[in-house]
């Protein structure tokens, strides 16, 4: 099992009425509610987080894209990626990921990765999301229906970057390029291994399939609801004749883990009401551009997750709990809870958010220490006869520099 | 009016012919032809009518080849070619005027007249158009209609989307429709028209609805400064659907010249 600890860096100053005065959370949301000066604080402070994670045994630390989004702070998850990079020395590195479509040229994701790889020793897991249609339409203005021709396009120029060894042409329908030769060039060859987020999308199910990557469900409806979908990829992984390791799936859940189930109420649920209730408030025309999702995919009942049915309206702690959107309570239910999930789905990497919502610092390292110390050494042996699938992780280099080893200043030199 | 297919370059094309007269083909905007049945047999009272359906739209197929304004521009170019006329009357509303006015522009000798009908293609940034993309069916009417009630019956705009059946039906329809017409319109409607508006040789007719709140009489004016022998004809008391609010008055407008 591997366990990454996932911040998706919500701003935590949104207002007590935000729901009432804002149509959405994301695209148009109210500029006005940023103030940089506190964020100089929040930044900081999720940077720390990041790096107390790194220190209690999760296997990697997590960073991922949005756009114009209030609870996302990551335009740039390579920023984010590279500070943690200098600050940390063993952890994995996951980006997940850099919207490739969005680059122009793509190779700019296959450069940074690559100084990434470099910086880091080779900890980066790489990830490629199509990304949503807030970001990927709405704030960057993609055409939706030529939005997954674009992605493609953008992974096969990134694929041949990194395995190709001279300078090449590309000519693509949204790139040409007369020259590709990356410098630098990722440590891990020929690429690091990659992760890619779906939301359902059965051609992104075979996408992963086809290329030997890691397919994740990053939904915050928890994994009762996941079960249909990941069912679907399981069924058609078997259908293509592929192994059915658990480290090809990989599925983000909220956590928090306190002494007693009732002692995990009173400390988490007012921040998981902020998530739930304020964070989630996206306006449905937004959530899902036409032509964004391909006919096939809705034909099959995959719609977007940001725009329920039943909206995501005043969803109480026990709705929450009950429905499985959170995981929370003592170590031994969320043990419990955590290996049904497991099991359940199939997955050998978790995404645990495990800050939530406007979740303060103490909150947050509380429960991830308590998730560290108690539950996830007893959930790291669930898969044995896969202990040796190393496919979808990266692999370091034996021996690495440690950030600030110049040597001693010298009178003369 | 009779519906059947033809055959183009790349896909099949269902478009409704009926009348007798001189040829005048007619590009439907972003929401199909549905709300126009009544325009189209109004107008084949004078001419011989051909309307297309573009690749998404009805039994239309959709078409991966079909990517930028170009694109749009040659496939109406394939369709006239394909039904075999000459020297046609090009007529657009919305999306379909933007559409016949690209291929009045590209081929400027082979129109016999060009109407734009509260046409897109054109952006003033003191005047944005709505973001069609990101409107729910429910707020459409306001944009659409001078009466909005009316105009919602009709468009059944108030449809309960809670039934999962009917809603997936809805979604793929409009993933189709608005799918195909994202190529050209999103996210802003400006392909770059303005700039080749100065080689349309055809006698020109623009017609819009006083009070159209999509595109609104401000590009009729923006049309005709880059038109300057356009002729402009106000319809009082009509939205966007101007051809569904006021058919006798757009058709008789259409065929006063």
Same mark, same amino acid.
């Given at each position: 099992m591997k366990f990454t600890w996932f911040n998706l860096m919500p701003w935590p100053h949104l207002p007590d009425d935000f729901r009432e005065k804002n149509r959405s959370v994301w695209v148009d949301i109210d500029s006005k509610l940023f103030d940089p000066e506190k964020s100089h604080e929040v930044y900081n402070t999720y940077f720390d987080l990041l790096e107390y994670a790194a220190t209690l045994g999760f296997d990697a630390i997590g960073a991922n894209e949005h756009h114009q989004n209030g609870y996302g702070l990551m335009p740039s998850p390579n920023l984010i990626a590279a500070g943690l990079a200098r600050r940390t020395e063993d952890v994995a590195l996951l980006v997940l990921g850099a919207s490739i479509a969005l680059y122009n040229p793509p190779i700019r994701v296959a450069e940074e990765f690559a100084m990434l790889d470099c910086i880091s020793g080779g900890r980066l897991i790489a990830g490629f999301p199509v990304g949503t249609s807030m970001d990927t339409n709405f704030c960057y203005g993609q055409i939706p229906a030529l939005t997954r021709e674009k992605y493609r396009e953008a992974h096969e120029l990134i694929m041949r970057a990194w395995h190709e060894r001279e300078p090449f042409a590309f000519n693509g329908r949204y790139t040409k390029l007369r020259y590709v030769n990356i410098w630098p060039r990722p440590i891990q060859q020929p690429h690091p291994p990659i992760h890619i987020p779906g939301g359902g999308s059965i051609e992104t199910y075979d996408f992963c399939i086809d290329n030997t990557y890691s397919y994740s469900y990053l939904s915050f409806t928890g994994y009762l609801r996941a079960k249909m979908l990941l069912q679907g990829y399981w069924e058609r992984v078997a259908a293509r004749n592929a192994d059915t390791s658990p480290h090809r799936a990989g599925f983000a859940q909220t956590i928090c883990v306190a002494d007693t189930d009732a002692e995990a109420e009173r400390l988490f649920a007012p921040h998981v009401n902020y998530f739930y209730n304020r964070c989630l408030h996206v306006y449905p025309g937004f959530a899902d551009a036409p032509g964004y999702r391909t006919i096939k995919t809705i034909q099959k009942g995959v719609l977007s997750q940001y725009a329920p049915l039943a909206g995501f309206d005043n969803l109480t702690w026990k709705d929450l709990i009950e429905g499985g959107h959170v995981i929370a309570g003592s170590p031994e239910t969320v043990r419990q809870r955590m290996e049904d999930l497991i099991k359940g789905l199939h997955v050998g990497n978790v995404f645990c958010? =495990?800050?939530?919502?406007? =979740?303060?610092a103490e909150k947050c390292m509380y429960s991830t220490k308590l998730f560290a110390e108690k539950v996830m050494p007893r959930l790291r042996n669930i898969f044995p006869e896969y202990a040796d699938d190393h496919r979808f992780w990266c692999k370091p280099m034996a021996k690495r520099v440690k950030a600030g080893s110049l040597p001693q200043m010298q009178e003369t030199v | 009016m009779e519906l059947k297919t033809i055959q183009t370059a790349h896909v099949p094309v269902q478009y409704y012919e009926g009348g007798q007269g001189q040829p005048l083909v007619y590009f439907h905007g972003a929401g199909g032809l549905d709300l126009e049945q009544g325009f189209l047999k109004a107008l084949a009272e004078k001419y011989h009518v051909y309307a297309p359906l573009l690749p998404g739209y009805g039994e239309s197929e959709e078409c991966a080849e079909l990517r930028d304004m170009l694109d749009f521009t040659l496939h109406g170019w394939d369709v006239v070619d394909a039904l075999g006329i000459k020297n046609p009357i090009l007529a657009g509303h919305s999306m379909g005027g933007m559409i016949a006015a690209e291929m009045a522009a590209i081929a400027p000798h082979d129109v016999s007249r060009l109407v734009l009908i509260a046409s897109a293609g054109l952006w003033l940034d003191d005047h944005p158009i709505p973001d069609l993309f990101s409107t729910m069916p429910f707020e459409l009417p306001k944009y659409l209609f001078h009466d909005e009630a009316a105009g919602a019956k009709a468009m059944g705009a108030n449809i309960e989307l809670t039934d999962p059946a009917f809603l997936q039906v809805f979604l793929v329809r409009n993933a189709r429709q608005l799918g195909a017409a994202g190529k050209i319109l999103f996210p802003i409607p400006d392909r770059g028209l303005r700039d080749r508006l100065y080689r349309i040789k055809a006698k020109t007719l623009l017609i819009w609805g006083e009070s159209d709140k999509l595109v609104p009489p401000v590009y009729a004016q923006a049309f005709q400064s880059a038109l300057p022998h356009a002729r402009l004809v106000m319809i009082k008391e009509a939205g966007h659907m101007v051809t569904f609010e006021k058919t006798g008055e757009v058709v008789s407008a259409l065929s006063a010249q």
């Open positions: 958010l =495990m800050h939530v919502g406007d =979740m303060p | -």
